[in-house]
């Protein structure tokens, strides 16, 4: 006989408030059914009713964590619309701010994924680990989550200094290499809670157009770092890492090789920022003048794609329509298809496997 | 002739891609939403989302639908008067959750497929976050 479990829409074992309706028999999960919508904040239509300054701290904040891919986004579509090109030194300052907040969003999630495997001592060492990226975010732009740092044609802040956060980011590196990545890649405790756990398969993540993490680890290598470089990327050397597996551990391998990788673009970044201004020229809030047009903009965010479409008519002081898709809003419906089959007792685990941002889904 | 340059024809229309905001767009008078979405499919494309945007003067909303060929972004505008048009949900899985979405923000109907409640409302009526119903 089938019963309903209700998990959410607060719940221990979610981050963020959405409701799991899971229908089992015994302990086995037979079907669910999603619910999100609680922190639906009309952001999308908010944003026809700001300038183009107020439209930027507004969307910084769809979330939390990767605050800073929505302004990137944002502005790179505003100045598609415009016509400016940051310069080079900007384009790298991007890309350091854009690495740096993936470091935070993977170690934050490593933390959160050993607290629901019962590694608790992983918890405590990953946040840890996460304040001293946060160190290194507050060090370059005086926040530790809105940093601010995105405007039209460029950046708000210099990086006076490259070669102390190069410090900063070393120290790190050797820290997730030398305990955290081991740990959690051998580690039994870590294995025997993730493998074989919530398997999405490549069909299947094609099916649901899923991105990121959760796409690379179902042997799809997509990211648009790659596919379609913006800012500086395509000066940079990195490896995408893919796994085929599609359980929960492939999903933890992909990020914990991601973490390498970001790592060794951000002493690229650091080691090659070129000098010059951090802005372009005639991108003074007092010169802009929006031009009728509409244009996209897509960033490979922490969970994978963001889409930013823009449209503003002439003369006017607001956009006329700013439309967002984050990647949990692609990665969030894969989920019924990874708990079904699945122990009652992992789908905590399962539905953070995806490094789920309910913030950035209901907008 | 790369995939990209295939798609017109294989959609059976005349037009070609034009470059414009970041997206390659193939606007067309008659193209059909289900044609474009099995096309994408056969292409291996990615579904990424569907924009609406309320159009000014009663001239209904337009619908952006967006998928990714191999890193290039495809952009397929329609322009819905009536708000209804055909679903691509059991073309396209992916498009379910913006389906739901654009119904509730904007009450289009996507027609030949059932709905379930997306985001939080009150009761059970659609559009209830922005538009009433009919409004």
Same mark, same amino acid.
């Given at each position: 006989m089938s019963y309903k479990i209700p998990m959410g829409?607060?719940?221990?074992?979610? &981050? &963020?408030p959405y409701k799991l309706d899971l229908i089992c028999e015994d302990e086995t999960v037979i079907d669910a059914k999603l619910h999100v919508?609680?922190?639906?904040? #009309?952001i999308e239509h908010l944003a026809e009713t700001r300038n183009h300054v107020q439209v930027i701290a507004l969307m910084e904040?769809?979330? #939390?964590?990767?605050s800073n891919v929505h302004t990137l986004s944002l502005c790179r579509a505003m100045e598609e619309i415009l016509g400016i090109e940051p310069p080079p030194r900007a384009q790298y300052i991007r890309v350091i701010m854009a690495e740096l907040e993936r470091l935070h969003s993977h170690v934050l999630w490593a933390g959160i994924a050993g607290k629901l495997m019962g590694f608790k001592t992983m918890f405590m060492r990953c946040f840890a680990l996460r304040e001293k990226v946060m160190d290194v975010l507050e060090a370059i732009s005086?926040?530790? *989550?809105?940093?601010?740092?995105?405007?039209? #044609?460029? *950046?708000?802040?210099?990086?006076?200094?490259?070669s102390t956060v190069l410090a900063m980011i070393e120290a790190l590196e050797r820290e997730m290499v030398n305990t955290v990545i081991p740990v959690f890649t051998t580690s039994t405790t870590a294995l025997s809670r993730c493998a074989g756990i919530g398997v999405l398969t490549q069909e299947r993540a094609i099916s649901f157009g899923v991105v990121g993490p959760t796409a690379r680890a179902s042997g799809l290598p997509q990211d648009i770092r790659r596919a379609a470089p913006y800012a500086a990327y395509s000066e940079l050397e990195f490896d995408v890492p893919v796994e085929t597996a599609g359980d929960v551990r492939a999903r933890l391998f992909v990020r914990a090789r991601e973490i390498v990788q970001s790592c060794r673009v951000l002493r690229q970044a650091l080691t090659k920022l070129?000098?010059?201004?951090l802005h372009a020229e005639g991108s003074d809030e007092s010169d802009i003048a929006f031009p009728t047009g509409m244009a996209t903009s897509r960033v490979e965010a922490p969970r994978g794609e963001v889409m930013y479409s823009v449209s503003w008519e002439e003369?006017?002081?607001?956009?006329?329509r700013v439309h967002v898709r984050t990647p949990t809003y692609a990665n969030m419906p894969a989920i019924r298809a990874m708990v079904i089959g699945a122990q009652l007792a992992d789908t905590p685990l399962i539905q953070a496997s995806i490094d789920p941002c309910y913030s950035c889904t209901d907008r | 002739m790369t995939m990209l340059e295939t798609i017109p024809g294989s959609l059976g229309v005349t037009e070609t891609w034009v470059e414009k905001g970041r997206a390659h767009w193939l606007a067309c008078e008659g193209l059909n939403v289900r044609d474009v979405a099995k096309t994408m499919a056969a292409c291996h494309a990615r579904f990424i989302t569907i924009t609406a945007t309320e159009l000014p003067d009663d001239e209904g909303i337009r619908l952006e639908y967006h998928w990714d060929l191999e890193g290039q972004l495809l952009g397929f505008p329609f322009q819905v008067s009536n708000k209804q048009i055909e679903s691509i949900y059991d073309l396209c899985e992916a498009a379910d959750w913006i389906e739901r979405e654009i119904h509730e923000y904007y009450t289009v109907y996507f027609l030949g497929r059932e709905y379930q409640p997306l985001f939080l409302r009150q009761?059970?009526?659609?559009?209830?976050n922005l538009r009433e119903e009919d409004e």
């Open positions: 829409p607060y719940h221990p074992g979610l &981050e &963020e919508g609680f922190n639906f904040r #009309g904040r769809v979330c #939390g964590i990767c005086g926040n530790r *989550v809105n940093y601010s740092m995105n405007r039209i #044609g460029g *950046v708000n802040r210099d990086i006076a200094d490259p070129p000098s010059g201004p003369d006017s002081d607001n956009p006329s | 009761g059970d009526k659609p559009g209830v």
